[in-house]
């Protein structure tokens, strides 16, 4: 009887050895990465980040009928070589490989992962997977990542770091392989720069291929702060908001930032990003932006120099949610004005109409306020009055009345709960009743529709007789 408890226990000793032995290999920071095949199958993978590029391979190729050494892998325009560990690649959750099948054993030469850091060119630097963030076998503390691309995520609603990425220019597969790295901003924001290798052999590729035209790579961004969304998440790249590799002092506070914003002038100034922010906020509210006909409403930079205007006018995201709403706005504003339109007068309005320049009755479509083009005034029939100047105690114009920013109070009251008589202006107040108003001005008593603000006739009776 005790040499069978003695044995109960010992095997009950060493099952629970067995079960604490077992959970030291769990790994609980796996990577889910999704691998699409040539052919349109993606596979779902959750891999162990220090395993290597060949293990993604076995596990792929049963799938695909293929043996793991007719794969090649690639990832942001580059194969991604055998002995490659996944960790040590710009990978985050739910990220995207493709896998092709090799063609032939003589294939073109391509740029792998182990290019040596050394001969890439500072753009680049940061699209060399050696650059990102790794843990050092001999510290305890991992290495900071430095980021070199920065973008404007509209998941995130931010400034954000940001990832260069890479696919065919023609069928927008990411199956592609670049044939020489890009070397300044120019080869990644103007389309057709550098060629490459499309893996993907759609139909159309193969008919520019016949026709001797080259395969192009088409450069596009990601935010590297959330999780991808797929193929088609992408971030508006802020190409003048760069780190500040050379401590080059700020233009306005002298400090030297960590991350800076570079005008686009020929002596790359630069402002640190609160002083941009205040910068543009300043002229934002002094509305000194400038309406550029072919990049909108932006501003230069402040020293004044020639074609230093910024191109991309999401920069101006890093003014907050309220002040950026204002910028659109006013932006909207400047573009009506300057194509020939005009704003609604009612106060709290101010919709953009754009209307046939011989057309004088204007009726804003947001809030239904008919006025005349001239005077901005409600409609009426006959000339314009003019109108006069309120002047101070010295005789001087203060104020214009027809600023729809500063008006004098009362002014403004009476346009909100009035509309004049189109006959003789006569402030009119509807309290009730229809549309049909008859006019109580002595020596007027002009009989016109509330809605339409002209002579009340059978139509207006018709429709819209009451509300």
Not at 435 to 454: A, E
């Given at each position: ?44 993978l ?97 290495l ?93 790249p ?29 002596k790359d ?10 910068y ?96 901005l005034?409600g ?24 600023c ?18 189109p ?21 007027c ?14 139509e ?8």
């Amino acid at each position: 009887m005790f040499r069978f408890i003695a044995s109960f226990f010992t095997k009950l000793i060493q099952m629970m050895l067995q079960v604490l032995s077992s959970k030291k290999h769990i790994i609980h920071n796996l990577l889910s990465i999704y691998v699409k095949t040539s052919g349109g199958q993606t596979v779902c993978l959750d891999i162990d980040p220090k395993c290597d590029v060949s293990h993604i391979k076995k596990l792929v190729a049963p799938q695909i009928n293929l043996q793991p050494d007719e794969l090649k892998i690639i990832f942001a325009g580059k194969e991604l070589a055998d002995d490659y560990v996944i960790e040590e690649c710009d990978l985050g959750q739910q990220s995207i490989l493709h896998v092709v099948k090799i063609k032939s054993p003589k294939l073109n030469e391509v740029f792998r992962c182990s290019t040596p850091k050394a001969n890439l060119s500072p753009l680049t630097e940061s699209l060399d997977y050696s650059t990102f963030s790794s843990e050092d076998e001999n510290t305890e503390k991992p290495l900071e990542r430095k980021a070199h691309f920065y973008v404007y995520c509209p998941n995130c609603k931010g400034l954000k770091q940001g990832k260069l990425r890479v696919r065919c220019h023609f069928c927008k597969s990411g199956a592609f392989t670049v044939h020489s790295d890009p070397q300044d901003w120019s080869h990644v924001l103007q389309p057709k720069q550098i060629t490459g290798t499309c893996e993907n052999d759609p139909e159309y590729c193969q008919e520019l291929l016949q026709n001797c035209e080259p395969t192009f790579a088409e450069f596009y961004f990601k935010c590297s702060e959330h999780v991808s969304l797929g193929e088609c998440d992408q971030a508006v790249p802020l190409d003048l908001i760069r780190p500040n590799l050379r401590h080059i002092p700020c233009l306005a506070c002298l400090d030297v930032p960590e991350t800076m914003f570079t005008f686009p002038c020929q002596k790359d100034h630069i402002a640190c990003l609160d002083c941009f922010r205040s910068y543009c906020l300043s002229k934002l509210l002094e509305r000194q932006f400038w309406q550029h006909p072919e990049h909108g409403y932006t501003l230069a930079c402040p020293n004044g120099c020639l074609n230093s205007f910024i191109r991309e006018i999401h920069h101006f995201r890093l003014l907050d949610d309220d002040n950026y709403d204002r910028y659109q706005r006013f932006a909207t504003e400047e573009f009506v004005l300057r194509s020939g339109g005009l704003l609604c007068p009612q106060p709290g309005c101010g919709m953009g109409i754009l209307a046939e320049p011989d057309c004088t009755r204007i009726t804003c479509q947001q809030c239904k306020y008919v006025f005349c083009r001239n005077c901005l005034q409600g409609f009426h029939i006959g000339p314009c009055d003019p109108v006069e100047p309120s002047l101070d105690a010295q005789g001087n114009c203060d104020v214009d009345l027809n600023c729809p920013v500063v008006e004098d109070p009362s002014r403004t009251t009476i346009k909100v709960i009035t509309k004049p008589c189109p006959s003789c202006k006569t402030p009119t107040e509807r309290d009730g009743g229809c549309m049909h108003m008859i006019c109580t001005r002595s020596g007027c008593q002009f009989h016109w529709c509330w809605v339409c603000q002209t002579e009340w006739t059978r139509e207006c009776m018709a429709d819209h007789w009451f509300a």
